[in-house]
């Protein structure tokens, strides 16, 4: 079962850097638009010496990948080297695509490449992959020196930008920075949004009856919490349930069937994990800098 589960994440790595190398040769090399990170230093390099994007990204992630290798073990750098490998291998394959390219449009260029760079992305990051860069750079540079990881991307993202303002023109980075905040969104999305949940807090004055509806019904655990009321001075138990988007309106259903004059508020739960939820996938995806106490 392990083994199999160790095969699909690296299918699935595989399969995020497809869809990150489609975003690049159907919607960045056509436009000649850049982006941050070090593949954004080699479609720059691209765009002004013709040097082929894949073999330059990998020869330029040779050091952090030897890196890798010193500092999580042959085991732990597996993943991160198939990721480098198979993004540099298909963003080559893939080079031919950009004559297909769907639109000329830098707004529309920048919202789509955006778009399939962030699932891309995500579906690499949530098996435990990555496709090296400045993300394992700055893991490198924070490892030898303490600085923060997201400052030091940030500083080199602004040096890549800069350099492509210079040596293309300001218009394509301003481009670049509304994909970037796209691609953001969408590794977020893939990240969390697919495993979101909602809790809701439950007052009622049947709140063993709605507990029991709860329980029966759904099949979730329901905890209850002491509260009491400032201005009435009464203490009242509340009822918590957490459970996926779906489940809210039976939740708000069994609710009110049992009690009409209940007080529910639903909220986001940003992450959840734990058993009955995803707590096996939480482990397993889980990266291995992820787990280390000085990262």
Same mark, same amino acid.
């Given at each position: 079962?392990?083994?199999?589960?160790?095969?699909?994440?690296?299918?699935?790595?595989?399969?995020?850097?497809?869809?990150?190398?489609?975003?690049?040769?159907?919607?960045?090399?056509?436009t000649q638009l850049?982006?941050?990170?070090?593949?954004?230093?080699?479609?720059?390099?691209?765009?002004?010496w013709q040097i082929p994007v894949g073999p330059a990204y990998f020869v330029a992630n040779i050091p952090a990948i030897l890196w890798l290798f010193k500092v999580k073990g042959r085991q732990g750098a597996v993943k991160s080297l198939w990721?480098?490998?198979?993004?540099?291998?298909?963003v080559q394959v893939t080079a031919p695509l950009s004559v297909y390219a769907p639109t000329q449009n830098l707004v529309l260029a920048a919202i789509f490449a955006g778009a399939l760079l962030g699932i891309g992305t995500g579906l690499?990051?949530? /098996?435990?992959?990555?496709?090296?860069?400045?993300?394992?750079?700055?893991?490198?540079?924070?490892?030898?020196?303490?600085?923060?990881?997201?400052?030091?991307?940030?500083?080199?993202?602004?040096?890549?930008?800069?350099?492509?303002?210079?040596?293309?023109?300001?218009?394509?980075?301003?481009?670049?920075?509304?994909?970037?905040?796209?691609?953001?969104?969408?590794?977020?999305?893939?990240?969390?949004g697919l495993n979101s949940s909602r809790f809701v807090l439950i007052i009622s004055e049947q709140v063993d009856l709605v507990g029991t509806a709860l329980l029966g019904e759904l099949k979730r655990g329901v905890t209850r919490l002491d509260a009491r009321g400032e201005y009435?001075?009464?203490?009242?138990? /509340?009822?918590?349930?957490?459970?996926?988007?779906?489940?809210?309106?039976?939740?708000?259903?069994?609710?009110?069937?049992?009690?009409?004059?209940?007080?529910?508020?639903?909220?986001?739960?940003r992450e959840v994990s734990g058993r009955g939820f995803t707590l096996e996938h939480e482990l397993r995806r889980l990266?291995?800098?992820?787990?280390?106490?000085?990262?």
């Amino acid at each position: 079962m392990t083994e199999m589960r160790n095969a699909l994440a690296y299918v699935q790595i595989a399969l995020g850097t497809l869809v990150s190398a489609l975003a690049i040769n159907l919607f960045l090399v056509p436009t000649q638009l850049p982006s941050g990170g070090l593949g954004g230093l080699m479609l720059i390099m691209n765009y002004l010496w013709q040097i082929p994007v894949g073999p330059a990204y990998f020869v330029a992630n040779i050091p952090a990948i030897l890196w890798l290798f010193k500092v999580k073990g042959r085991q732990g750098a597996v993943k991160s080297l198939w990721g480098i490998a198979c993004f540099s291998l298909l963003v080559q394959v893939t080079a031919p695509l950009s004559v297909y390219a769907p639109t000329q449009n830098l707004v529309l260029a920048a919202i789509f490449a955006g778009a399939l760079l962030g699932i891309g992305t995500g579906l690499t990051l949530v /098996v435990g992959g990555d496709t090296g860069g400045n993300s394992t750079y700055a893991r490198m540079i924070r490892h030898y020196t303490g600085l923060n990881v997201s400052t030091v991307m940030l500083g080199m993202d602004a040096v890549i930008l800069g350099f492509g303002a210079t040596m293309l023109s300001v218009e394509p980075v301003l481009f670049a920075l509304i994909m970037t905040v796209v691609c953001s969104y969408c590794v977020g999305l893939v990240q969390d949004g697919l495993n979101s949940s909602r809790f809701v807090l439950i007052i009622s004055e049947q709140v063993d009856l709605v507990g029991t509806a709860l329980l029966g019904e759904l099949k979730r655990g329901v905890t209850r919490l002491d509260a009491r009321g400032e201005y009435t001075g009464k203490s009242r138990p /509340v009822l918590m349930v957490v459970v996926s988007p779906p489940e809210v309106m039976r939740v708000k259903r069994l609710v009110l069937e049992t009690d009409p004059e209940a007080f529910m508020m639903v909220s986001d739960a940003r992450e959840v994990s734990g058993r009955g939820f995803t707590l096996e996938h939480e482990l397993r995806r889980l990266p291995y800098w992820a787990a280390q106490s000085g990262d």
